[in-house]
C-alpha cells in the first residue's frame, strides 16, 4: 500500500526542537508507536549540541526495555535551528493498530496548543468535558480516531484551573487591559469606576457603543437588576436591560459591585444620566466623560432593594420606580414552600399580569389569598401592602414597554447564567458579558432582515391592519394583531356620540368573577386621540383591544398620528447621534480582533475541508499553509496584537 503522508529522512530542518518533537510524533501516530526524548549531549570544542529522540520501548526500565533501535538525531544548524542527522525506521516490537491503543502512548497523550486554547475557550462558555470531547472528535474525526482522551482533557481542566488562581491575584489589571482593548476595537466603548479612599475599586461600569445607541432609542423604561453574582468573588453583578422595537431584550451597560450601600446605587445611577465620570487607563486617570449621553428614563424596575429604593429617591426623584414581578413571585415562591402550588401560581401570574385595573385586582388579591388560606400570612400582606410598586393594575399612565412581564428580567438572568463558566474572574465576565452582546446582536439582526421581507398578506383584510403593517415591526404587528382579535369579544356602545363610548364584554358569564367585563373610552380632539381606562396605551406605548375594536366600529382606516409610538416602528432604531452611527460600525468593524478570528477560522474551516478530499489536495494545504505561516511571521511586529 502506500506509505506513510509524513516521513522524517536526513537533512529535514526544523526551526525548534519541539517542531522536530511534534513532526516525529505526527509521524508515530501514523505508524502505531510512541516517541520521547533520550538523550541530549554537547561537543564544548564544536559548540555542537545534538537530541535524540527514540521510542519508549528502548528504555532502561525492566517493565519497557526491549532496546528497540528506532531513533531521530537532531543537530543544530548554523542558524540556531535544528536538522535530522539520523534517522533509523526499524522497530523490534509490535505496533498499535487502532486509534484507541495508539492514544495510550503518553505522546499522543499530550494536546497541542491551539486545541488547549480551544478547550479553554469552551470550558469558560460553560462547556462540558463531555460536550468538548464530542466537539473535538467532530473535530478530529470520530471518537475513537481523537488523540484527545477524556483523561487529558481533565488533565488541562485542572491546569487550567490553577492558572486562573493565579491570575485572580491581578484580576483588576486584566480587567482593565480587556476594557482598554475593547475600547481600541470601538470608540463609542466606555467604562468608569468608583474608587475607596484608598485607592482601590469599589465599582465598575462599563459599555460599548451599540448599547449607547440602543439606549437613546430605547431607554425610557429600564430594568435594573444585580441579584446575579460571580461565583468567584460573589460580587453583585448589575445589568441595565431595555426592550427593542422588535420586543427583545438588549443589553444597555454592565456594572460590578462590590458592595450594595446606598452610595454606591447613587453613584451607578448618577453615571447613568450622564454625570461625568472617569474611565481607567494604564497611565492613570483621564478626564471623565459622559457616558450614557445624559438621558434620563421615564420608568425604572428594580429588585427590592431598599438601598437602590432610597438612591433613586434622592437623585431622581422624578423618575417611576416599580419592582421587577419576576423578583416579587421569586421571594413569594420561597417564603410559601409547599404552598406554592401549580394552582396557585396559575391564579397569582393571572392577577398580577392581566387585570388591567386596580378593582379588578383587589377582588382577585382577596380571593386568592380566601381560597389558598394565606389572609393571615404576613409576608403576603407585606406584598399587598406594596401592592403599587409591581402590581401591573397600579402602573396606569406609567410607560413601562410591557417590562413589567416577570420573563424579560428572567431572561436576561438566565442568559447570563448560561453564558458564565462556575467561578468566572472579573475579567472573564467582562469577556463574556460582550460574547452574549454579539448573541443579541445577531438576533436583531435576524429580525431586521425579516422586516426587509414583504408582507404577502393581512391576516384580517381591514386597512387598519394594512397601516399598523406599514409602520410596525412585525413582531409589533403581531401584538397589534393580537388586540385586533381581542376586541371581537367587546360590543360596543355610544354614550356620547362621537366622544364617550362603553365596550362590553360579549359573554361575561365565561370570565373570572373579579375580572371588569366593561371599559369607558374617550374619543378626543376630532378622533386624534383615543383613551381607554384600561390604561394600555400609557403603560405599552399601543392601543389596547377596546380602543381598537372602536375604530374599527367607527370605520377608522389608519392608527391616529398621536398612538404611533416611534420606538415600536420599523425605524425605531435609525435615531441620529454622535455617540455611534452606522458608518461607524463598519469603518472599525474590520479592525476588530474578534471579526479578524472570526473571518480567518472561517476560511481555516473551508481549507481544512478541501484538504481533507485526497492526498494530494492535503499536500498541497499543507506546503501552503507551512509557507503562509512563515510569510505572517515576518510580519508580526507591525501586527497591534502579539
Known amino acids: ?102 492514544s495510550c502512548w503518553k505522546s499522543h497523550r499530550q494536546i497541542d496548543p491551539h486545541t488547549k486554547e480551544l478547550v479553554k475557550n469552551l470550558r469558560a462558555n460553560n ?57 481600541e476595537e470601538d470608540e463609542g466603548f466606555a467604562n468608569v469606576v468608583d474608587l475607596d479612599e484608598g485607592g482601590k475599586i469599589k465599582t465598575m461600569m462599563w459599555t460599548n457603543g451599540k448599547s449607547r445607541h440602543d439606549y437613546l432609542c430605547f431607554g425610557d423604561a429600564i430594568t435594573f437588576d444585580t441579584t446575579y453574582r460571580t461565583n468567584k468573588y460573589n460580587i453583585p453583578v448589575g445589568l441595565f436591560v431595555g426592550v427593542n422595537n422588535h420586543f427583545q431584550s438588549v443589553i444597555f451597560a454592565g456594572v460590578l459591585m462590590l458592595d450594595e450601600s446606598i452610595k454606591s446605587f447613587e453613584w451607578v445611577f448618577t453615571l447613568l444620566s450622564g454625570m461625568r465620570a472617569s474611565r481607567v487607563l494604564s497611565g492613570g486617570f483621564t478626564q471623565f466623560v459622559a457616558l450614557m449621553g445624559g438621558k434620563v428614563p421615564k420608568t425604572i424596575l428594580t429588585d427590592q432593594c431598599s438601598a437602590m429604593e432610597v438612591a433613586l429617591a434622592n437623585k431622581f426623584p422624578e423618575i417611576t420606580h416599580r419592582w421587577c414581578k419576576w423578583h416579587v413571585f421569586r421571594t413569594i415562591k420561597a417564603e410559601l414552600g409547599q404552598k406554592y402550588t401549580k394552582e396557585f401560581k396559575e391564579e397569582l401570574n393571572k392577577i398580577c399580569n392581566h387585570m388591567l385595573t386596580s378593582e379588578e385586582f383587589e377582588a382577585g388579591w382577596g380571593a386568592l389569598v380566601t381560597k389558598h388560606g394565606l389572609k393571615n400570612n404576613v409576608y403576603m400582606s407585606n406584598i399587598y401592602n406594596n401592592r403599587h410598586m409591581w402590581a401591573k393594575a397600579y402602573f396606569s399612565g406609567k410607560f413601562c414597554a410591557k417590562q413589567t412581564s416577570t420573563q424579560r428580567c428572567e431572561s436576561a438572568n438566565h442568559v447570563l447564567k448560561g453564558s458564565l463558566s462556575p467561578g468566572a474572574t472579573m475579567h472573564i465576565f467582562v469577556e463574556q458579558y460582550h460574547k ?59 354614550i356620547v356620540p362621537r366622544r364617550k363610548y362603553r365596550l362590553d364584554h360579549v359573554d361575561p358569564l365565561s ?27 400609557d403603560h405599552m406605548g399601543i392601543l389596547c383591544c377596546h380602543s381598537i375594536r372602536l375604530m374599527m366600529q367607527l370605520m377608522v382606516r389608519k392608527i391616529p398620528e398621536q398612538h404611533l409610538l416611534r420606538r415600536w416602528s420599523r425605524n425605531g432604531n435609525k435615531v441620529e447621534s454622535d455617540i455611534v452611527r452606522q458608518a461607524d460600525l463598519a469603518s472599525y468593524l474590520h479592525t476588530s480582533r474578534s471579526f479578524r478570528n472570526a473571518s480567518l477560522t472561517n476560511k481555516a474551516r473551508e481549507l481544512v475541508e478541501l484538504g481533507d478530499l485526497n492526498i494530494e489536495c492535503y499536500d498541497l494545504c499543507y506546503k501552503g499553509i507551512c509557507e503562509l505561516i512563515e510569510q505572517v511571521k515576518s510580519k508580526r511586529p507591525n501586527t497591534d496584537v502579539a
Not at 146 to 168: C, I, P
Not at 452 to 468: Q, V, Y
Open 436 to 494: 452574549l452582546l454579539s448573541e443579541l446582536i445577531e438576533k436583531e439582526d435576524g429580525k431586521e432582515h425579516e422586516d426587509k421581507l414583504p408582507l404577502t398578506e393581512t391576516s384580517t383584510g381591514w386597512p387598519i391592519e394594512s397601516h399598523a403593517a406599514e409602520f410596525y415591526t412585525k413582531t409589533m404587528l403581531g401584538k397589534f394583531v393580537d388586540h385586533m382579535k381581542q376586541g371581537a369579544k367587546y360590543d360596543v356602545v355610544e
Open 127 to 183: 462547556v462540558s468535558l463531555t460536550e468538548v470531547s464530542c466537539i473535538l472528535s467532530s473535530f478530529f474525526g470520530n471518537n475513537n480516531a481523537s488523540a484527545v482522551t477524556k483523561r487529558a482533557l481533565r488533565s488541562l481542566t485542572v491546569q487550567n484551573n490553577s492558572e486562573k488562581v493565579e491570575e485572580a491575584e491581578d484580576d483588576v489589571q486584566k480587567t482593565i487591559e480587556v476594557f482598554n482593548r475593547l475600547h
Open 1 to 102: 500500500g502506500a506509505g506513510p503522508i509524513i516521513a522524517p529522512r536526513a537533512g529535514l530542518e526544523f526551526d525548534s526542537c519541539e517542531e522536530a518533537f511534534d513532526y516525529y510524533n505526527l509521524y508515530s501516530w501514523e505508524m502505531g508507536f510512541g516517541i520521547r526524548y533520550s538523550s541530549s549531549q554537547s561537543y564544548k570544542k564544536r559548540g555542537e549540541i545534538y537530541r535524540n529522540m527514540g521510542t519508549p520501548d528502548a528504555g532502561s526500565k525492566k517493565s519497557i526495555k526491549q532496546g528497540c533501535p528506532a531513533f531521530v538525531r537532531l543537530l543544530r544548524t548554523d542558524d540556531d535551528g535544528w536538522y535530522i542527522k539520523e534517522f533509523v525506521a526499524d522497530h523490534n516490537h509490535k505496533m498499535s493498530e487502532t486509534c484507541a491503543e495508539i
Open 511 to 537: 370570565c373570572d368573577k373579579w375580572y371588569r367585563s366593561s371599559y369607558m373610552v374617550d374619543v378626543r380632539e376630532d378622533g386624534g386621540y383615543y383613551q381607554c381606562e384600561c390604561g394600555m396605551w
